[in-house]
């Protein structure tokens, strides 16, 4: 059933032009990360392989390779799907585990850079508070709620 | 009727049939039965003697009908198909293989049945009428529509067989897209010594008139004669007479060569065309090859892009079937031009069938770099070289390119000519507006008697393949350029006493046969019409028949039988054969000795959707206990949508039997293929014994 | 006595101007609604069930009511064509199945 | 695609055909006209106007399961004029024309046989009987066969155009006009002769069934057989005879469906509450029983029921599963839904008898013995007008082999007539005049259409005083019913009474202006109660004129209750063109047959005859 979900979404009509990963951001900095080679490991059935690696976590969303796809593949979605999967079945990875410990502390996934003062400045926003204490005290709250 | 005089001929096939099938007994019956005037059996009609034994009775004994029960009508129509006396009052009762042979396990049943199929044959010659073909005038003109190599080349064909030939092009000139390319492949040679040629053939040929910048206008009229209305928009023909200007002609049969346009890769903005200067199309580089001397040494790295546009579900859903070759030629072309040119061509699938493989070959061999993996996007760097990026997939790695040149191999597709002509005279076209064919079996057939396709207004093809299919469309025309031809009388008629003008015969023919009398009857054109009997299937009250086949042979048939002919106990199905498939696959059951129960008595119908909702309920009202609709697959049908149809008239008896408190299950429709009498045999069991647990048709009991 | 049209089952004859109903009823009450492209009965009160448009009607579409003041609901009357027999079935408002079935034109 | 009505007569688009032969009505003797013209000269260029369509119109629309009429073995042409002769009371009866039409009678019923109708056959290969001059068919095709038939001979056929009136050039009838249902056209035919064949009329008196709910057309006629062809001949000055002798049948009540099929089919007797024979009962007796005149078994059960001996039965509980069954077969090729009446009564006539109650009077010359005067030749008293089946008058009892006969010497008659004929001369003027009449309700619609302000839930028309023709189809027949001896007053009337209704007739006369129509088939309504109007003021006046109760029911008077020996002849009426006046006139019986009138020759017994 799970897999049905993901194959609605065109992953057998894929015919390896691998325009997917030539798109793809990520793999330029990781090339580990070969949707290509996803979708294939997918149309062999190797979900558990692709559940309990990490691949999966790394995609962006950018969805360049679902843009360009000439079979119209929703790569991105597929992906997504796959999170979904190794979510409900509690085999999250270490990534995941790791953004939720940040997520937990600092309430972003990511720390925030010069960078980003910079572009909120530009952009008129608000400067973002570096104070995270709120944060936690929610968490716990939402914890001690159950 | 009292006064006709049927002779009845029962053929042993060398004791074969009469092995199964006690057929002493039922010629003695046979000779009692009313407008029997002779019985005679046979150890083998089909011989010669067996044939003029039967041309002997007819002379003798003044027979006008004659009922021979042998082997299926479908073998041996050779032997058969003169025996002196009109085709059509002979009438044919398949003994051998849908008897005998399928029911060799049980020859009393087998006998049954033989005696229930030869009283509804002899009821079906009873009714049968004698036919003619019709002659209808055939001009021996044609016309080509299109001045590329396609309509060139059919439109040489066609002179050289005699044939007046008018051949129109939009354009003020002839050649079409080859005129704008440099080389040909696989030769690489120049397409101009090749058009120069056909040119000079044209030019020399008084048969042929070619008529430039002009278009079809309209056309009306049947095959052999069509009327065609040409508009030549402005002057100058190559040889262009004042008589040639505006005009009207009639044409025996049409060859649409109305070629193809380059796909315009703009959409796919990730490669940048008509942004980036150096990212240019293959036909582009046609040109620039053709127009600038030095073009192709320059070249110091190009890279090919397949597939631009083409195998994409967004834009060309189909491959373009040349671009594989295309980019292998002018990556060659590059090559020979300067062995330091260095090339790659991206590539997902590589096509080249047949001898292009040799080509494929040598490319490599050259030198030529391929690499799987298509780039999602062309970027301009700042030494304004285009950088292409793409992750080889039999590497494994990433690879970039810095290219002085990108060439997209855009692919081909239906020509603003196509979708005019369609307006113009209403053509049938598929999903990619190229020009509707049966494919597998009639590919030079468009979808209206008379008129032909040629090149790549069908489907994408290159030059040799383009020329090949004009050869064909050419050969299917002559057929309508004889001066006249002979229509066999097959064809449906329409009983204007009967009819109510409802027009549901003129919507559902898929061949756009029917049109209007003065009085708003239907009228069929009996070149367009293909005898599938669509129309005689859904005549609301049974006013259409055909000639082979018509509405009261099948319904004396229901009269005369007997629905129990195997005891009480025993269901009886009708079974209305599709002569193209299923009724071959129950032959081939009978040959291959695939036993089948005796149940059902099968009737040869042009097609499934030829059967009548009357004539079905009719069975059921006379207590047949179920009635089978063999017919092929909704996609496989010969006649579009034959058995389509035949499936919606098949629900509306059986909403009407579930209304009447019957069980719907009475009827049935199957797909059964040419290639699979297990599966006839299957069903037939199947359905057997479904109806036995059903019961007896309440109806039977009447 | 009027006659009811069965909307999903009435194509009306392919939507052209004139349905077979419209064509051959005896009144002029069966005629063609351009907007759904159905038959409909444009004065049920003038029906004279003579049942013309039933038996004509390729897609079984129209059915024949007895006025409630009249007779009581539940019955029904379901004449089949053949080309030259037809078969009527009747069920009374206890459900009650009568078949008949006969010859209504001689071959020549 | 239905074409835009006209707003203005200047939009009304004009046809004019000229032919020889113009048959208004292609029920079964205009067909049969049709047929028997083409056959003896198939040069005759023959056009058939129907307001419906010939493949199912007319009487037979709904089928027919027996004939009524056929010279079996040991009858003769005498035996069934006799029979036919006492059937009515001992006439009047033009026994002349009765005569001739036996003579062709037989030969036009198996015509029917070999254009494909089945006949039921005895174990013998003969004719089922099911009466004495009855036999069964399975006759639900009939119509559809002989239109087939007459398409074969290709006339040219004008379906859906409703007859309007004569054309005339002075005394001679020289075709007729009429108008398009479908296309909205006015249509000229000029024709050399002019046959009418429309049938009776049905509709001038209110039904029993008519509660004016959708049972409005729960009678026994084709309720669109509205008297046109009368309509016009009065209208043309011909000269009508008998229009007193109404049609007043016992039928299935609630259903008013034949019971023929069943008392006489089946030999079911009538009988009352009490159970008791109503034809056997002293009250009757002396009067024929079981066949006695239709119209004593017409009117019997009524008066049961007048008298309070309601309700009334014909006894069906002898009968077998099988003749059940056989019964319902004969209804299903008549009127099929009576066999869904049944089934919605839930009732099985081997247990229950099936009640019976009285008809609304029909002006049917094909059954009773109303309608045109006609000579030999079936010529009206206008040159060039016939008149065929039920519209013919002077002869009773010819149903539809008769009236098929009827065509066939019509055809002939004309034939003779047409030889050497010219077409006759047009009065554009009358022209004009009729197609002024024919349209104005429709513009008369057109204007108000647009009038149209008032909310919906009040009647627009009413500010404008316009009218319905179902108001006044309606009005009528109340009024018929009410005081023209309808059934709801058990057929009787008195002088009074017609005097009331010839006034209101009147007034609905001048009211016709009113009448309105916004789409054709609405004015196709108007048209038929205009027609109506004009048939069933004749009709009461023949009532008027008709002092003396000469056959109960069909005519009763309850102020002349006796049998009147000074007229025993034929009442007829002529409109006065000048005066617009309907004159009444007298002609006397012309005996051929001698012996007593009122006695029908019993049968000679049929060897192996057990119907």
Redesign the interface.
């Known amino acids: 059933m799970d897999i049905e979900l993901i194959d609605g979404k065109g992953l057998k009509s894929c015919y390896h032009c691998g325009k997917c990963t030539s798109g793809c951001e990520v793999n330029r900095i990781d090339p580990s990360f070969q949707p290509h080679r996803l979708l294939q490991l997918m149309a062999r059935g190797a979900l558990d392989e692709l559940i309990d690696g990490d691949a999966i976590w790394k995609c962006t969303t950018c969805f360049t390779c679902t843009e360009r796809c000439p079979q119209g593949i929703a790569v991105t979605d597929i992906l997504w799907s796959l999170r979904a999967l190794a979510f409900r079945s509690c085999r999250n990875s270490g990534l995941l585990e790791a953004q939720k410990a940040a997520l937990f502390k600092t309430g972003r996934l990511y720390p925030v850079s010069v960078l980003d003062h910079k572009k909120r400045e530009k952009a008129g926003l608000p400067p973002l508070s570096e104070d995270s204490s709120l944060i936690s005290r929610i968490f716990d709250a939402a914890k001690a709620g159950g | 009727m009292s006064d006709i005089k049927i002779g009845v001929f029962l053929c042993t096939c060398e004791g074969e049939i009469e092995k199964t099938i006690a057929l002493d007994v039922l010629a003695q019956e046979a000779s009692g039965r009313a407008g029997v005037v002779s019985v005679r059996k046979d150890s083998s009609l089909c011989s010669e003697r067996g044939i003029s034994a039967i041309r002997e009775d007819i002379d003798k004994l003044g027979l006008d009908r004659v009922l021979i029960a042998a082997c299926s009508p479908a073998l041996k129509t050779r032997e058969f198909a003169d025996l002196g006396i009109n085709k059509y009052m002979v009438e044919r009762v398949n003994f051998r293989e849908q008897c005998s042979l399928c029911h060799a396990d049980n020859s009393e049943h087998a006998t049954k049945k033989a005696r229930a199929m030869l009283g509804m044959s002899l009821e079906k010659v009873r009714h049968s009428k004698a036919l003619e073909p019709v002659t209808v005038p055939a001009v021996k003109t044609a016309l080509v529509v299109g001045g590329g190599v396609a309509g060139i080349n059919a439109a040489l064909d066609l002179a050289a067989a005699g044939a007046e030939v008018f051949l129109i092009e939009k354009n003020p000139h002839l050649g079409g897209k080859v005129s704008e390319l440099h080389r040909y492949y696989p030769r690489l040679c120049p397409p101009s010594c090749g058009l120069e040629l056909m040119y000079s053939k044209l030019e020399s040929n008084p048969r042929i008139h070619v008529l430039t910048s002009s278009e079809v206008e309209s056309l009306s009229g049947s095959p052999g004669h069509f009327s065609v209305s040409i508009k030549t928009t402005s002057p100058g023909t190559i040889k262009s007479p004042e008589e040639y200007q505006v005009r009207t002609i009639i044409a025996g049969a049409v060859v649409v060569a109305t070629g193809w346009e380059p796909f315009d890769p703009r959409p796919l903005t990730e490669y940048g065309y008509g942004r980036l200067e150096k990212v240019i199309t293959n036909l582009d580089f046609e040109k620039s090859a053709r127009e600038q001397g030095q073009f192709l040494a320059q070249q110091k790295k190009t890279a090919f892009i397949q597939c631009v546009g083409s195998r994409d579900e967004r834009h060309l859903p189909y491959c373009s079937d040349v671009c594989c070759m295309v980019s292998i030629k002018q990556a060659l072309l590059l090559k020979q031009a300067n062995p330091d040119n260095e090339v790659i061509i991206y590539y997902n699938d590589i096509r080249t069938p047949g001898e292009y493989e040799s080509v494929y070959r040598q490319a490599r061999t050259s030198g030529i770099q391929f690499v799987k993996g298509i780039p999602s996007e062309l970027r301009q760097d700042e030494q304004g070289k285009i950088s292409v990026s793409v992750f080889d997939l039999m590497a494994g790695e990433r690879t970039e390119f810095a290219a002085d040149l990108v060439v997209l191999a855009t692919g081909m597709k239906a020509s603003r000519g196509t979708t005019a002509l369609k307006d113009a005279i209403g053509l049938a076209t598929n999903k990619e507006n190229f020009i509707e064919s049966h494919l597998q079996c009639h590919p030079q057939d468009s979808q209206r008697e008379g008129i032909f396709t040629a090149g790549c207004c069908r489907a994408p093809m290159d030059v040799s393949r383009s020329i090949e299919s004009a050869g064909a469309a050419t050969a299917k025309a002559l057929r309508y350029l004889q001066g006249e031809m002979a229509v066999s009388p097959d064809y449906p008629v329409v009983d204007i006493l009967k009819c109510d003008r409802c027009k549901r015969c003129v919507e559902e023919c898929p061949f756009k046969a029917y049109s209007y009398d003065d009085k708003g009857f239907p009228q069929v054109d009996i070149l367009k019409c293909r005898a599938c009997g669509i129309c005689m299937g859904g005549c609301p009250i049974g006013a259409i028949s055909l000639g082979e086949l018509s509405i009261e042979q099948l319904s004396g048939m229901l009269d005369v039988l007997d629905t129990s002919y195997l005891g009480e106990d025993e269901p009886v199905i009708l079974g209305f054969l599709c002569k193209n498939d299923a009724y071959r696959a129950a032959d081939d059951a009978g040959l291959k000795g695939i036993p089948c129960p005796a149940n059902l008595i099968s009737v040869m119908v042009p097609c499934s959707g030829a059967v009548n909702g009357m004539i079905i309920a009719e069975a059921i009202s006379k207590g047949v206990d179920g009635v089978l609709l063999a017919g092929c697959a909704d996609n496989q049908c010969h006649y579009l949508h034959g058995s389509a149809l035949a499936k919606t008239r098949l629900a509306d008896v059986s909403n009407k039997l579930k209304e009447m408190y019957l069980e719907p299950e009475r009827l049935r429709f199957a797909s059964i293929s040419r290639d699979d009498p297990e599966k006839f045999a299957a069903t037939v069991k199947e359905y057997a014994e479904e109806l036995k647990q059903l019961g007896k048709n309440p109806l039977r009991i009447q | 006595m009027p006659v009811y049209v069965v909307k999903d089952k009435c194509d009306g004859c392919k939507g052209k101007d004139e349905p077979l109903c419209e064509q051959i009823c005896i009144g002029d009450l069966m005629t063609l609604n351009s907007d759904t492209g159905k038959a409909y009965c444009r004065s049920l009160r003038d029906c004279w069930d003579c049942m013309s448009c039933t038996k004509i009607c390729p897609k079984g579409a129209i059915e024949q009511r007895i006025p409630y003041q009249l007779g009581y609901h539940g019955a029904k009357l379901i004449p089949m064509m053949g080309t030259d027999s037809i078969t009527w079935t009747c069920v009374d408002i206890d459900g009650k199945v009568e078949r008949f079935s006969f010859r209504t034109r001689n071959k020549h | ?2 074409k835009d009505l006209p707003k203005t007569i200047t939009e009304v688009e004009e046809i004019r055909i000229e032919t020889d032969l113009l048959i208004i009505g292609g029920g079964n003797s205009g067909c049969f006209v049709a047929i028997e013209a083409k056959e003896k000269n198939p040069d005759v260029d023959v056009t058939i106007m129907e ?3 010939i ?4 009487a037979l ?3 027919m399961d027996a004939i009524n009429t056929y010279i079996g073995e040991g009858e003769t042409p005498e035996s069934i004029v006799r029979w036919s002769r006492a059937q009515v009371g001992g006439g009047p009866l033009r026994e002349d024309l009765a005569l001739s039409n036996a003579a062709i009678l037989n030969q036009c019923v198996e015509s029917l ?1 070999a254009w ?3 006949f039921k056959k005895d174990e013998k290969g003969r004719y089922k009987r099911r009466g004495r001059f009855d036999i069964s068919i ?1 006759g ?2 009939l119509k559809p ?1 002989i239109a ?1 038939k007459t ?2 001979y290709k006339p040219r056929i004008l379906n ?1 155009v409703a007859a309007t009136n004569l054309l005339k050039d002075g005394d001679r009838v020289i075709g007729a006009t009429g108008f398009g ?2 296309d909205g056209k006015f249509y000229v035919i000029k024709a050399k002769a002019t046959i009418v064949s429309t049938g009776g009329a049905a509709g001038l008196y209110r039904s029993a ?1 008519n ?1 004016g ?7 026994w006629m ?3 057989n509205v008297g046109t062809g009368y309509a016009i001949g009065i209208r043309a000055g011909a000269e009508f005879t008998l229009m007193e002798q109404r049609w007043c049948a016992t039928r299935v009540k ?2 008013c469906g034949p019971v023929d099929t069943i008392s006489v089919g089946y030999k079911a007797k009538m009988i009352n509450a009490k159970e008791e024979l109503i034809l056997d009962s002293p009250r009757y007796s002396g009067l024929g029983g079981d066949t006695a005149p239709r119209y004593i078994r017409a009117n019997a059960p009524m008066s049961e029921w007048s008298e309070g001996r309601g309700p009334t039965f014909v006894d069906t509980r002898h009968l077998s599963a099988g003749a059940v ?1 056989d019964l ?2 004969d209804y ?1 090729n008549e ?3 009576y ?8 009732q099985d006539p081997a247990k229950e008898p099936l009640e019976i109650y009285g008809s609304d009077p029909y002006i049917v010359g094909g059954h009773t013995a109303s309608g045109y005067w006609v000579d030999g030749d079936r010529m009206a008293t206008l040159a060039g007008l016939f008149a065929a089946g039920e519209c013919a008058g002077g002869m009773p009892n010819k149903f539809v082999g008769g009236c098929a006969a009827e065509g066939v010497l019509a055809a002939r008659g004309t034939l003779k007539y047409i030889s050497g004929m010219d077409h006759g001369k047009l009065d554009e003027n009358q022209l004009a005049a009729e197609k002024e009449r024919v349209f104005a309700p429709l513009l008369r619609g057109a204007t108000l259409e647009a009038k149209y302000t008032l909310p919906v839930g009040q009647d627009p028309r009413w500010q404008y005083d316009a009218v319905t023709p ?1 108001e006044m189809e309606e009005r009528l027949q109340r009024l018929m019913d009410e005081y023209a001896g309808g059934v709801g007053q058990f057929f009787k009337c008195n002088e009074e009474q017609l005097n009331y209704a010839l006034k209101h007739i009147g007034m609905m006369k001048k009211q016709v202006n009113k009448l309105f129509a916004t789409n054709l ?1 609405d004015l ?1 309504l108007v048209h038929d109660v205009v027609d109506r109007l004009d048939v069933a003021e004749v009709v009461v006046l023949h009532l008027r004129e008709r002092r003396e109760c000469r056959w109960p029911g069909w005519q009763t008077r309850s102020d002349y209750p006796e049998v009147d020996p000074s007229l025993d002849c034929y009442i007829n009426s002529r409109k006065n063109l000048k005066t617009s006046e309907i004159e009444m006139l007298k002609r006397p019986y012309q005996q051929v047959l001698p012996g007593d009138r009122t006695k029908a020759p019993s049968p000679i017994p049929l060897s192996a005859e057990k119907a």
Do not use: C, W, Y
Not at chain 4, 213 to 219: A, D, G, I, L, Y
Not at chain 4, 339 to 346: D, E, I, P, Q, S
């Open positions: 695609m239905k307001k419906a369509h493949d199912r119109s007319g629309a709904a089928g046989e494909g109708v089945p399975h639900e095709q066969i087939e398409k074969s859906r249902i479908r069934t509660d709910t959708t049972s409005h057309h729960q009678m084709n309720p669109f609630d259903f069954k319902k077969i299903l009127r099929p839904t066999v869904l009446f049944l089934a919605a009564r839930g179902e088939h196709v």
